[in-house]
Nanobody, 117 residues
Framework: QVQLVESGGGLVQPGGSLGLSCAAS????????MAWYRQAPGKQRELVAA???????NYADSVKGRFAISRDNAKNTVYLQMNSLKPDDTAVYYC???????????WGQGTQVTVSS
């Protein structure tokens, strides 16, 4: 089973940018989907962005136009570039992988993103 390790979280001011990385222990080019989720205190975990084996992507409405997900199959890494950050983006961000559409989810340990002045 693939293992995921996130990095790149931290503290950023409103309007700033931050990039997250998710390194997988195995090949990601055969995975059905990789995604980023986030969970803010007292809230449910929500999907932020996903990228499929086909290269198709989708985004939560709240981040469209500000966030971009990408993958580098040669490095077995998925990225999330976050621009124009808002305090509401503050959360723990989790990397997620699915081998097949109905497979169990695989999760990373999460990385904290805090947007504050």
């Amino acid at each position: 089973q693939v293992q995921l390790v996130e990095s790149g979280g931290g503290l950023v001011q409103p309007g700033g940018s931050l990039g997250l990385s998710c390194a997988a222990s195995g090949n990601i080019d055969s995975l059905y989907r990789m995604a980023w989720y986030r969970q803010a205190p007292g809230k449910q975990r929500e999907l932020v962005a996903a990228i499929f084996k086909t290269g198709d992507t989708n985004y939560a409405d709240s981040v469209k136009g500000r966030f971009a997900i990408s993958r580098d199959n040669a490095k077995n890494t998925v990225y999330l570039q976050m621009n124009s950050l808002k305090p509401d983006d503050t959360a723990v961000y989790y990397c997620n992988a699915k081998r097949f559409p109905l497979s169990n989810d695989v999760w990373g340990q999460g990385t904290q993103v805090t947007v504050s002045s």
